[in-house]
């Protein structure tokens, strides 16, 4: 083609493809140029990768081989090598497949990546390739610190296929850990442990003081004060230890899929707020015990505060606390003192304080969702004196009343 001034341009015309070879497919195409036509081949490899998930350990990645079998029959083999990256800090983490002009490597894509041949890597695996063939080196994370490799496809003749460049285990960091469990394991938390103190405290306290079996009891050597301290005690324990093998149950179930632990700090806060939340329920099923006389009245009230205090106040959505600020805090959303207001609200329900420990433990998943900003536990009046404090008040005023009721009347 001319050009002005008398240049001669280039233009590139695909001639020929040839479909036949198991390892490329291979393109020809014509160049006119300054000094004439000039044939050049194209080779794109058949072969590709991609990054894969690990089923049930998101800690772990794989590859996926990919093979183009189009217009081939049957299959062939190719070999694994790989390598291992002890430095992978600003490395290129991907997947490519190779690309040769004229019988030569002219790159990859993206290009500028590195690579190596047969004898700087070690070998992994022969594949008689498949259309899709998934590849979890596990043997790799089992015995070494590094992290980060490169592997890459051979022919039996050395010749290079295609490559990825992966992190197979993915880093959690004691934070990120924190955040997952807060955001997808303490709302269960918060929802069953107080289901647990509730069915506990009506089952030994509450169904027997109606029905009347506490007076068959009563008239034994024991006092009515030892009686109530006694069985209130039991049930706090019991789901409180219920409550701790449920939280170090989840951290060691994060450590074998995430290869972290729930940082300490996290856990004692969790297992305070569960603490809370046991010992409030449960003097609340004694309070409403004295207060009702039938088992029908004592249920039907249960049930109600639980729906109240747990289902409408934290889970799924917190339905009252919203509702209250929407009608009686006037500041406007989003803004600090409206956040500030939002998360008092949390303290007057037992099971809020699975949300005021995600505050203190620094997570930062659910306070969005809750206060409409991103704010720190301090600028929402949140701090471990006065979540100790209002939790030491739910645990011990509802009981202590019931001992009062409990002793004084019948």
Not at 79 to 101: D, Q
Not at 135 to 143: A, C, E, G
Not at 155 to 181: H, M, R, Y
Not at 182 to 206: C, E, H, I, K
Request: hydrophobic content about 45%; overall charge neutral.
């Amino acid at each position: 083609a001319a050009q002005p001034g008398g240049a001669v341009g280039e233009m590139s015309l695909p001639v020929y493809q040839n479909q036949t070879n198991p390892y490329f497919i291979n393109t020809t195409a014509r160049t006119y140029g300054p000094s004439g036509p000039v044939n050049s081949t194209f080779s794109q490899s058949r072969f590709s990768f991609e990054m894969m998930s690990v089923q049930n350990n998101p800690r772990l990645t794989g590859i996926i081989l990919l093979y183009n079998a189009a217009d081939v029959g049957g299959h062939v083999p190719v070999f694994l090598y790989y390598r291992p990256i002890a430095n992978s800090t600003g490395e290129f983490f991907g997947t490519g497949s190779v690309f040769y002009l004229n019988g030569g490597k002219s790159g990859k894509e993206p290009a500028g990546t590195a690579y190596y041949n047969e004898s700087q890597m070690r070998y992994y695996s022969e594949y008689t390739s498949a259309a899709v063939t998934d590849i979890v080196p596990y043997n790799l994370t089992s015995h070494t610190n590094t992290t980060a490799y490169v592997f890459e496809l051979f022919t039996s003749n050395g010749t290079e296929l295609a490559w990825a460049k992966i992190q197979l285990i993915n880093p959690f960091s004691g934070s990120g850990v924190s955040d997952l469990f807060f955001t997808a394991d303490m709302p269960l938390l918060s929802m069953f442990v107080p289901l647990m103190a509730t069915v506990a405290a009506y089952q030994t306290f509450g169904k027997d003081r109606a029905t009347g079996a506490l007076a068959s009891v009563i008239v034994r050597p024991i006092t009515r004060r030892a009686l109530i301290s006694s069985r209130f005690v039991s049930n706090f324990l019991s789901v409180s230890a219920a409550s701790g093998l449920a939280l170090v149950a989840t951290s060691v179930i994060f450590e074998h899929y995430l290869g972290v632990y729930i940082p300490p700090g996290a856990l004692l806060l969790s297992f305070w707020s569960l603490l809370v939340m046991a010992g409030a329920f449960t003097g609340i099923v004694y309070l409403a015990s004295l207060l009702l006389r039938s088992t029908g009245q004592i249920m039907g009230a249960v049930i109600g505060l639980y729906i109240v205090l747990v289902i409408l106040w934290v889970f799924p959505v917190p339905l009252i606390p919203l509702t209250v600020s929407s009608l009686l805090i006037r500041e406007p959303v989003g803004t600090a003192a409206y956040a500030s207001s939002l998360a008092g609200l949390y303290f007057i329900s037992p099971a809020g304080y699975g949300f005021l420990s995600s505050s203190l433990s620094g997570s930062v998943s659910s306070v969005p969702l809750i206060t409409g900003g991103l704010y720190t536990a301090s600028q929402l009046g949140i701090t471990v004196y006065n979540v100790i404090a209002a939790g030491l008040a739910w645990i011990c005023v509802p009981f202590v009343f019931s001992l009062l009721m409990f002793t004084r009347r019948d």
